[in-house]
């Protein structure tokens, strides 16, 4: 280990290091990586060398930027943090970015707002934005401008060998990255295309949860009916009784409805008025809105924090399996999200993203010991449900799952090219796709 600290120019760490505890801890507190070493990136060189050294010794690797995102923990491997490579840049003439792979999108949002542009960003600023985009990227504005990873021009990235390359539509790499994401080496910067958007119509509509069937029902009607403008989720939260929680929800179980919309103010307010119908609301927070702030519509936490969460695509709900999931997750506490998908999802794109021609993403996230809970969900769903949704999988997953997030070709051919990249599956700390 000693050779690695000569040979990088950022931290490296081993067991009983001071500082080892904090480089390898992220957002999620569960299941957390115990490498035998972690390297702290500071540039791609830093990485190149950090897989070479891993390679040469059959060590298995592990990429960590937040911890957002983390499945299977990293044991005995060598653990790259990527928390350091934060350097971005917006070419505004170009409606560009070019992003490192430890950057938040929150520092992207802020600086493309400057000249009214917008990243497709998602519902926290603190995800981070490579990972987040190699798993498909169901974001705020998803209905009217499509996956983030549809808009990804270029990657550049170390592959297991230890070789650096710069990937782009055409190449197979870059195909299965988008979609098979950390399965294929360390990404190390991407270059996204920006959207013209500064401001929306966005908010929240929220009931007494004892009405959560009706709202979404009433919300599964009123999807077939808007038009691409209106990216929206029905959502069941249990807000806890804290001061930072808006009084009318605090300590309650909240049935939501969320809107971002970027048509006007006043073709959103007619769109919406059947919604407001409903029944009685708790809360009204529809208004104008500055992109930067659209992560208030939303109602994730800010802490780290023990979770499991899971996420599936489904064709469509029925009354009674709405019942039956809001059943189960009021039993498991679960916060659920029912995101619209459609739209500008529709159509293809050169990446391997699965399941682009779902109708929704169900998202559950609750405590890890309620895991047995969330599973029996999707059991219950099992005749609406296409598959397994990459990036909503937060915690330990199976080969079945991995598999059922993509077309059975679409699978094949990722297992072919990961023979092709990474032979030994030195990247299996993951969603892992089986050489
Ligand atoms: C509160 C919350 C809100 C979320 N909201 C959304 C949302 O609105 N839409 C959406 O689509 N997703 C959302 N996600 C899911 C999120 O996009 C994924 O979990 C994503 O993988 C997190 O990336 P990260 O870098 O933050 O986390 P990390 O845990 O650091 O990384 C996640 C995975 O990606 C790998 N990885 C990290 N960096 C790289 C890299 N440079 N190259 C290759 N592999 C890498 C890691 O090895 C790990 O397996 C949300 C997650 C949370 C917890």
Known sequence: MNTLSVLVEGPVFVPGDAGYDTERSGFQLAGQHRPAVIVGATSASDV??????????????????????????????????????????????????????????????????????APLSGSSPSVGAVSYTLGGGIGVLVRSYGLAADHVRTLEVVTADGEMRQVSAGSDLFWALLGGGNNFGVVTGMEIELVPVSHLFGGTLSFDASIATEVFQAYDQWTSTVPNEITSSAAVVPFPDLPMIPEPVRGREVAQIRIASIADKATTERLVAPLREIGPMLMDTLDALPFTQASSIFTDPPQPHEYYGTGIFLNGLNKSAMQALLELAGKASAVVQLNHLGGAIAGSAPNAIGHRDARYVLRLVSDPGSRALLDGVFAALAPFASGHAMNFMFGPTGADQVRSAFAADTYKRLSALKATYDPANLFRFNNNIIP
Request: without cysteine.
């Open 48 to 117: 190149r060398t950090a897989i070479r050294f891993a390679a040469a010794r059959d060590l298995p690797i592990a990429v960590q930027a937040t911890g957002h995102g983390l499945t299977a923990p990293a044991q005995d491997a060598l653990l790259i943090t990527t928390h350091r490579m934060s350097g971005f840049r917006i070419d505004p003439a170009a409606g560009t970015a070019w992003i490192e792979a430890g950057v938040r999108w929150k520092a992207v949002v802020d600086a493309a707002a400057e000249h009214g542009l």
